[in-house]
């Protein structure tokens, strides 16, 4: 399975306050796209404070997410959590069995939210594409997407774009180490 990402981002890196500093960013276009990227998913895969979340935001939803969700096979990537409580979930409990999952046949797994599993797929190389959507704000506090001492990585942008409220959608695809002058 193809594994790709989606993580809204504020320009200093922040992904997570909360939700606070997120809340209605985007236009319509930005919104559509983000629908269409649940529809085309095969299965979902979370870290565990993500799943709990969009279980409680999802789990009976009618809107377009909420159906994609509920009708697509979910994986929860914890090592706490025993029994996933959302039809079609299953727990996985370590890295080697996310990448046991990738392995196998089919379309895309997505990951939305899910700082930490992202950082952790990246570091293991399981990462085939990443959409940020940068929101255009400096939220100066709150949990990073990039630690400041993970691994570097060479990205290749894939396609960009702009909404009418500034919030750009950038598709990036994992391209190795990257070249630093002078080594």
């Given amino acids: 399975m193809k594994l790709t990402t989606m ?56 809107h377009p997410v909420g159906l994609a969700l509920r009708q697509a096979p979910k994986y929860v990537a914890s090592t706490t959590l025993t029994d996933a409580s959302w039809s079609g979930s299953t727990v996985l409990p370590d890295v080697a069995a996310i990448a046991d999952l990738k392995a196998k046949p089919g379309g895309e797994l997505q990951v939305h939210g899910s700082g930490t599993l992202i950082r952790s797929l990246l570091a293991h190389g399981l990462v085939d594409e990443m959409t940020l959507i940068v929101v255009p704000v400096i939220v100066g506090h709150g949990t990073r997407l990039f630690p400041e001492n993970g691994p570097d990585l060479a990205l290749d942008l894939v396609e960009s774009r702009v909404d009418s409220k500034g919030v750009t959608i950038q598709v990036l695809r994992p391209a190795g180490r990257p070249k630093y002058f002078g080594a």
């Fill in 7 to 62: 993580t809204q981002i504020a320009l200093d890196g922040v992904v997570q306050d909360n939700g606070r500093w997120a809340r209605g960013a985007g236009d319509d276009s930005t919104r559509a796209f983000i629908n269409e990227t649940y529809q085309r998913a095969d299965a979902f895969l979370f870290g565990r404070r993500t799943y709990e979340l969009f279980t409680e935001a999802w789990g009976t939803s009618t």
